[in-house]
């Protein structure tokens, strides 16, 4: 008996080793902070493949969901419903561009890193809103410089 539960257990506990160090990142979708209006909160993150993040609906109106034109081959996009908490576990290396739908034209856009490769400016597309490709712009090059980074990993 002892055995069989052995032949179970452990090829479970194998298979979800890669999973057991996953975390989970907290983002709030806001109507203003010190960077200005129309944010997410961290606006960077840098995650692992198997990370979670979750996105908060601290102040209403706003959403997240991907952005077509910024989401690694193979990743699935998604979007959330209006005031919605919305949880996402990405398993594709690359970076994703998330956008609030009524307010992606303000500007209301962050940046995923999920693995090693840092968002650069030829991962923009042409054609973004004014506001939003600049906001992207922005946070590409403080993460050139190295400041503010929001790391997902302790």
């Given at each position: 008996?002892?055995?069989?539960?052995?032949?179970?257990?452990?090829?479970?506990?194998?298979?979800?080793?890669?999973?057991?160090?996953?975390?989970?990142v907290?983002v709030?979708?806001?109507?203003?902070?010190?960077?200005g209006?129309?944010?997410?909160?961290p606006?960077?993150?840098?995650?692992?493949?198997?990370?979670?993040?979750?996105f908060?609906?601290t102040?209403p109106?706003h959403?997240?969901?991907?952005?077509?034109?910024?989401?690694?081959a193979?990743?699935e996009?998604?979007?959330?419903?209006i005031n919605?908490?919305?949880?996402?576990?990405?398993?594709?290396?690359?970076?994703y561009?998330?956008?609030?739908?009524?307010h992606?034209?303000?500007?209301?856009?962050?940046?995923?890193?999920?693995?090693?490769?840092p968002?650069?400016?030829a991962?923009?597309?042409?054609?973004?809103?004014?506001?939003?490709?600049?906001?992207?712009?922005?946070?590409?090059?403080?993460?050139?410089?190295g400041?503010?980074?929001?790391?997902?990993?302790?």
């Open positions: 008996m002892r055995r069989l539960a052995l032949s179970v257990l452990l090829p479970a506990m194998i298979l979800s080793a890669p999973f057991a160090a996953a975390k989970t907290e709030k979708m806001l109507n203003r902070n010190a960077s209006p129309m944010v997410y909160e606006d960077y993150l840098v995650m692992e493949p198997g990370d979670t993040v979750r908060l609906p102040a109106g959403n997240a969901g991907t952005i077509d034109e910024i989401l690694p193979g990743a996009p998604f979007k959330g419903q919605e908490e919305i949880e996402v576990t990405l398993t594709e290396p690359g970076i561009g998330i956008k609030c739908s009524p992606f034209a303000m500007g209301m856009v962050m940046l995923i890193q999920v693995g090693t490769q968002a650069a400016e991962d923009l597309p042409a054609g973004l809103p004014t506001r939003a490709d600049k906001r992207l712009r922005e946070i590409i090059a403080r993460q050139d410089t400041s503010e980074q929001a790391e997902a990993r302790p």
